[in-house]
T-cell receptor
Framework: KNQVEQSPQSLIILEGKNCTLQ??????????LRWYKQDTGRGPVSLTI?????NTKSNGRYTATLDADTKQSSLHITASQLSDSASYIC????????????FGDGTTLTVKP | EAQVTQNPRYLITVTGKKLTVTCSQN?????MSWYRQDPGLGLRQIYY???????DKGDVPEGYKVSRKEKRNFPLILESPSPNQTSLYFC?????????????FGPGTRLTVT
């Protein structure tokens, strides 16, 4: 069964600090991996999309890495801001089923002043 | 402005009273999908549509129906809502298959069934 596991479940950091969120998946055959940011009560917003051949992708202060061999991804947030407080969701798609994606349960990040 | 809209945003209803949540996108996307989100469970896919008149079940389709008569619209129908369908619902769209492009999510519909 295709699965996506994220860690930690929740994280509290001080404003200005860096942090790294983890995503491990068993989805196969792999097509792409996406990271979304979801503010409380709002729809997720895409941060990065990575395919098999990409191992790093940045979007401002967000940098995602992908190791397709170990089936692991990480999302690194640099110089955190209060507005980074949100849930971060890892989503993985398999190339054999075009319509379905497997979602992780998310990591809830709280940035404190 | 490119967007996915959902209506209503909030709905309180009673068990068994049929309801429809509408979803519309203005980006000419082929792919559309419905998700529900419950505390501690993350987003779970209900139904998706690869194009007009093409729909398929996601992971939790029981108790829901969908239709895709037009490219821009993808309504979610609850024929006989039950309390376990109380949830936050999101509609999303993307160009072609979900894995070929970024998914754009709507603002969500918070449904309470009493």
């Amino acid at each position: 069964k295709n699965q996506v596991e994220q860690s930690p479940q929740s994280l509290i950091i001080l404003e200005g600090k860096n942090c790294t969120l983890q995503c491990n998946y068993t989805v196969s055959p792999f097509s792409n991996l996406r990271w979304y940011k979801q503010d409380t009560g709002r729809g997720p917003v895409s941060l990065t999309i990575m395919t098999f051949s990409e191992n790093t992708k940045s979007n401002g202060r967000y940098t995602a890495t992908l190791d397709a061999d170990t089936k692991q991804s990480s999302l690194h947030i640099t110089a955190s801001q209060l507005s980074d407080s949100a849930s971060y969701i890892c989503v993985v798609s398999a190339s054999t089923n075009a319509g379905k994606s497997t979602f992780g349960d998310g990591t809830t990040l709280t940035v404190k002043p | 402005e490119a967007q996915v809209t959902q209506n209503p945003r909030y709905l309180i209803t009673v068990t068994g009273k049929k309801l429809t949540v509408t979803c519309s996108q203005n980006m000419n996307h082929e792919y559309m999908s419905w998700y529900r989100q419950d505390p501690g469970l993350g987003l779970r896919q209900i139904y998706y549509s690869m194009n007009v008149e093409v729909t398929d079940k996601g992971d939790v389709p029981e108790g829901y129906k969908v239709s895709r008569k037009e490219k821009r619209n993808f309504p979610l129908i609850l024929e006989s809502p039950s309390p376990n369908q109380t949830s936050l619902y999101f509609c999303a769209s993307s160009p072609r298959e979900s894995w070929r492009g970024e998914q754009y999510f709507g603002p969500g519909t918070r449904l309470t069934v009493t």
